[in-house]
């Protein structure tokens, strides 16, 4: 995404993966508060203590609708 910081990027990657793996809500560390105010202000995570996840705004910018989880393989 244009106009974000390179930690901003980082927490939002780590978000989608983590979104992906079925888990919305992700705790990040209070060195990190000053990061997720920025991407609160721009409409992207909301926050919760610790815990952040996206808003609709980050989930429809950020997922794709069409990203299907890949077929597990039995090992």
Same mark, same amino acid.
């Given at each position: 995404?244009?106009g !974000? @910081?390179? #930690?901003? $990027? !980082?927490?939002?990657?780590?978000?989608?993966? /983590? &979104?992906?793996? %079925?888990?919305? +809500? +992700?705790p990040?560390?209070? /060195? &990190?508060?000053?990061?997720?105010?920025?991407? #609160?202000?721009? %409409?992207?995570?909301?926050? $919760? %203590? $610790? /815990?952040?996840?996206? #808003?609709?705004?980050g /989930?429809?910018?950020?997922? @794709?609708?069409? +990203?299907?989880?890949?077929?597990? @393989?039995?090992?």
């Open positions: 995404m244009i !974000l @910081s390179l #930690t901003e $990027d !980082l927490v939002l990657e780590v978000l989608v993966a /983590r &979104h992906r793996l %079925g888990e919305p +809500w +992700w990040f560390a209070p /060195r &990190h508060r000053q990061t997720l105010t920025r991407l #609160t202000i721009k %409409g992207l995570v909301e926050v $919760d %203590g $610790d /815990r952040v996840q996206f #808003t609709e705004l /989930r429809n910018t950020l997922l @794709s609708p069409t +990203w299907k989880p890949a077929a597990r @393989s039995r090992a």
